[in-house]
């Protein structure tokens, strides 16, 4: 699992280094799918893993900014940067011990719902990989060449000889 986390923080990282090439209009331009702007769509994926990890399963007192406080790519990536160290260590030390424990959410609606741990870590990966999708096509849409989405190549795994 870990490998997938490494692999979402590294293309993530490599998609803000992309928005460093687009004009603040083209980032803000309203699009078709999912939250429908590039850059609340790498917000709202920086959010989402904070908040699921965090404060859902470390039970921790978490802030999350407004979008409209931080909107800008550097504000965005500090934002990145700042949950990536505190939610790395314990993704870094995920064991099979931790699969099945139980954290409560409760839902926009005030619903309780039970998950696993393990289910909550894979719907975090998912979520990610399902919202850089979105903004693959969204580059395309604009002409310019999408960051690789191929997890082979990035030097996650040795070489092998």
């Known amino acids: 699992m870990l490998k997938l986390f490494e692999y979402n923080w590294q293309v993530r990282n490599e998609w ?4 460093e090439t687009v004009s ?4 803000m331009k309203p699009r078709t799918g999912g939250i429908g702007y ?8 920086v959010a989402v893993e904070y908040g ?12 999350i900014p407004p979008f409209e406080e931080i909107m ?3 504000q965005i990536k500090a934002f990145s940067d700042r949950c990536h160290a505190e939610l790395a260590p314990f993704v870094r030390q995920w ?8 954290m409560i959410d409760v839902t926009d609606e005030g619903v309780e719902e039970a998950h696993q741990y393990g289910e909550v870590m894979r719907h975090v990966i998912a979520h990610e990989i399902h ?5 693959s096509v969204w580059s395309r849409e604009i002409g ?16 092998p000889m």
């Open 16 to 19: 803000f280094e992309w928005c």
């Open 24 to 27: 603040m209009e083209e980032l």
């Open 38 to 45: 590039i850059l609340p769509t790498l917000y709202h994926i």
């Open 52 to 63: 699921w990890i965090c404060a859902g399963i470390l039970q921790k007192e978490i802030h």
């Open 72 to 74: 800008s790519v550097r």
């Open 95 to 102: 064991h099979e011990g931790l699969e099945d424990l139980v």
């Open 131 to 135: 919202h850089i999708g979105q903004l």
């Open 144 to 159: 310019k060449k999408p960051v690789s989405a191929n997890f082979i190549g990035r030097g996650l795994f040795p070489t």
